[in-house]
């Protein structure tokens, strides 16, 4: 009887196998519109979100004012503060109480009250009166007083920068007599715009987000609709079908690098100092890590469902532990614990480095080695993991 | 080399307490078509399923083409096709996709992928839709499209789990032509049905319930060795005489057709035809020739849902009979 002969070598049908399920898994895709245009509008609409509108340089806060002193002292301390932007003063209000309720209201955020014994206090205060012979700061009274709604804890960390106010200008004195005790030298980011560090941990937070969801549904989604069981009746291995699985979406993670990266750079400038190449290689070092980790979520969630939720469950302390969020340097040791285990944690301090310092891979072996380690192991667990059985 | 391609030996498979399959006994020669036929629930899938290596028997042992199953499931795959009862083809994929996806997964280089994927859209009558999405099918095209697929790489034995369930008499008979032609070339086919007409073009069957296997062999053989004689009375007021007759004893059971009433009167009973003929008030009665559905009614004790209402005798076939 006729039968057909056709794979002598196994290695060239492991490659037509693997061949097969990558094209079906375009084919798939390219007919998904929905999932297509997430492709691009996630990182299109979340770059312009954090880069925009999540501004962590706080700056124009409306505050209110209560000027009891009118004097031009007053008048000239409340320019200056103007002056830096941190502020607008939108309302003036008559008396302290009057403030506070406007506080309570939530009419504003902040309100500078300056007393009626405004020359007087600053005469004997050291930062106007340089020899006012004054160093008991027990019993020094400041020159005004900010009221904040702490609430707000940004707001509230803002306003408390101006408590320094140097007060040299309103004493008549140039700047330059102001000796710093520290000195302060900037390495990168030299404006200290905060979308400069967003960008590059956007990457890293994309990424984690679509590629995790993309391949978290795609083991389950074959069992949901049913294809399963013909699948598992044919040859296909369970590594062949991992790997199939994979690939096609490396490239939409590579796109996804494309649109953020050039986008960052085009909209706010942020300079890719290290090598494309580096960059290349981290990222995609990152996507097939990730890409893994959503195929052994695959393998052990019942339906896309569960699958959804445990993509959930991963996204949440990646955002918040990655030091996305929050330099890793800060947080408790048990975080630092949880972070070590994210490959975004691994990825974030790669990218920055590279985007940011001009690192080479050479000095990120160690986050490499580990997200490379992270995605042969995933791997091997999913491809074990799966069974071609039905009980 | 067994002539055997199936030789099962008391295969049970349990879900918890539940027994889907209960000691099942199999031996089917190679180049047959060899059909289950049983209610919803009696375990024909779960049988299927263990014989094809998707499912692990609780016990019992099992030798699939002269292999021993579980153990090498995975060197049978290229020998066995397998038609799942729900079609488990890809939904969003076009017809010649979904076959040349198939083709791959089997090894076919790209030519031979071509060349066999043509064939086979002449073949089953799809060439004109080749580029229809799958989800888009009828029930008879998907079910042509499964059948395709499943025979893409010539497999020695072929699992057919309920294949014709959305399928109109027309093309059920259209589909079973394929079946023979296959057959003719060698293929061993395993068919699970709950339709008499397809029971009876089998080579052999066995008939299940709950599990238990409780008649098989050819359906010349089963209605011949029916424990019971088929008798039909016609006549007025038949719905009183059903009831009166299933009260008795010696009666296995009894289905009204039309303005006949079919009773099938156990072995046991001396003299079947006078003693029915005592029973029913000068109504005329006529021995008639055993169907397939007769045996199924007499293995399994059960009415079939739809034999009051279709065809009478095994004289002609357009019926749809369901079990
Ligand atoms: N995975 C499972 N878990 C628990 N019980 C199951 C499972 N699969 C099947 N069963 C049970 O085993 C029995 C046989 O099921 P099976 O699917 O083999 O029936 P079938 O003969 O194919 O029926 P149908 O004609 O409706 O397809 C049923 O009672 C069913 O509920
Ligand atoms: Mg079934």
């Not at chain 1, 993309?214 to 009746?233: D, K």
């Not at chain 1, 070590?340 to 944690?345: C, V």
């Not at chain 2, 008795?248 to 003693?275: F, H, I, K, M």
Request: aromatic residues 6%; glycine residues 6%; contains cysteine.
């Amino acid at each position: 009887m006729f039968e057909y002969r056709v794979n002598s070598n196994p290695l060239i049908a492991t490659w037509r196998r693997v061949a097969a399920i990558v094209v079906k898994e375009i084919r798939q895709l390219a007919r998904d519109r929905m999932t297509f245009g997430m492709i691009v509008m996630i990182p299109l609409v979340q770059l312009l979100l954090f880069g925009y509108a999540i501004n962590t340089d706080v700056r124009h806060i409306p505050a209110g004012l209560v000027d009891l002193s009118q004097s031009s002292y007053s008048r000239e301390l409340i320019a200056m503060t103007e002056a830096s932007q941190t502020v607008d003063f939108v309302r003036v209000y008559a008396s302290a109480q009057e403030a506070e309720q406007a506080i309570i209201r939530g009419d504003v955020k902040a309100v500078l009250y300056l007393p009626a014994d405004l020359g007087q206090r600053l005469s004997v205060h050291p930062a106007f009166n340089r020899d006012s012979g004054h160093s008991n700061s027990q019993t020094l009274q400041p020159v005004g007083q900010w009221l904040v709604d702490g609430g707000d804890t940004v707001i509230a960390a803002s306003i408390r920068s101006l408590r320094q106010l140097p007060l040299d200008t309103l004493a008549g004195r140039t700047l330059k007599d102001n000796v710093p005790t520290f000195e302060v030298v900037q390495f990168f980011n030299p404006e200290q715009r905060s979308v400069v560090n967003i960008v590059p941990g956007l990457l890293a937070i994309i990424l984690t987000m679509t590629m995790i969801m993309f391949t978290s549904a795609a083991i389950v989604r074959e069992r949901e609709q049913g294809n399963m069981e013909f699948l598992i009746a044919t040859p296909v291995k369970p590594m062949e079908l991992m790997i199939g699985k994979i690939v096609p979406y490396v490239l939409v993670g590579l796109i996804q690098v494309g649109i953020i990266l050039g986008i960052g750079h085009l909209l706010f400038s942020v300079p890719v100092r290290g090598g494309l190449l580096t960059l290349l290689v981290a990222a995609l070092l990152f996507i097939f890590a990730s890409l893994t980790l959503g195929l052994v979520i695959s393998t052990i969630a019942k339906t896309q469902l569960q699958a959804m939720q445990m993509t959930v469950f991963i996204l949440m302390p990646s955002i918040l532990l990655s030091g996305f969020m929050f330099p890793y340097e800060a947080m408790p040791q048990l975080a630092q614990v949880i972070s070590e285990a994210l490959p975004a944690t691994h990825f974030m301090r790669m990218v920055r480095g590279i985007v940011l310092r001009d690192a080479l891979l050479w000095d990120l072996q160690r986050d490499a080695l580990w997200l490379a380690a992270f995605t042969l192991g995933g791997l091997a667990f999913a491809a074990l993991r799966f069974k071609k059985r039905l009980d | 080399m067994s002539d055997l391609a199936i030789n099962v030996r008391q295969m049970t498979r349990c879900f918890g307490k539940n027994i889907a399959v209960d000691h099942l006994d199999l031996q089917i020669p190679r180049g047959t078509i060899y059909g289950f036929l049983g209610p919803n629930g009696c375990g024909k899938s779960t049988s299927i399923r263990m014989l094809t290596g998707l499912l692990t028997p609780t016990s019992g042992e099992v030798e699939v083409l002269g292999q021993r199953l579980p153990q090498y499931a995975e060197a049978l795959r290229l020998r066995i096709g397998y038609m799942t009862q729900k079609f488990s083809l890809y939904d969003n994929l076009s017809i010649r996709e979904n076959l040349s996806f198939v083709a791959q997964i089997y090894g076919l280089n790209s030519r031979q992928s071509r060349e066999r994927v043509n064939e086979l859209l002449a073949l089953y009558a799809l060439d004109k839709r080749q580029t229809q999405l799958a989800g888009s099918l009828s029930g008879g095209q998907k079910q042509r499209l499964a059948l395709a697929a499943a025979t893409l790489h010539h497999p020695n034995l072929l699992f057919l789990d309920e294949p014709t369930s959305a399928v109109d008499p027309e093309n059920r008979r259209e589909f079973w032509e394929r079946l023979f032609d296959l057959c003719n070339a060698g293929t061993t086919i395993l068919v699970s049905t709950h339709y008499m007409d397809e029971a009876e073009r089998c080579h052999a069957l066995a008939i299940l319930e709950n599990g238990i296997k409780r008649a098989d062999g050819s359906p010349a053989e089963l209605m011949a060795t029916l424990g019971a004689h088929v008798l039909e009375v016609e006549g007025d007021d038949l719905r009183t005489l059903k009831s009166q007759l299933t009260q008795c004893p010696q009666v296995l059971s009894t289905a009204q057709l039309g303005t006949r009433l079919r009773v099938l009167v156990r072995d046991q009973t001396e003299q079947p035809q006078q003693w029915l003929q005592a029973q029913v008030n000068g109504r005329r009665i006529e021995a008639v020739r055993p169907s397939l559905e007769d045996v199924f009614v007499a293995c399994t004790g059960q009415h079939s849902v739809s034999s009051a209402t279709a065809r009478a005798g095994s004289d002609s076939e357009q019926g749809e009979r369901h079990v």
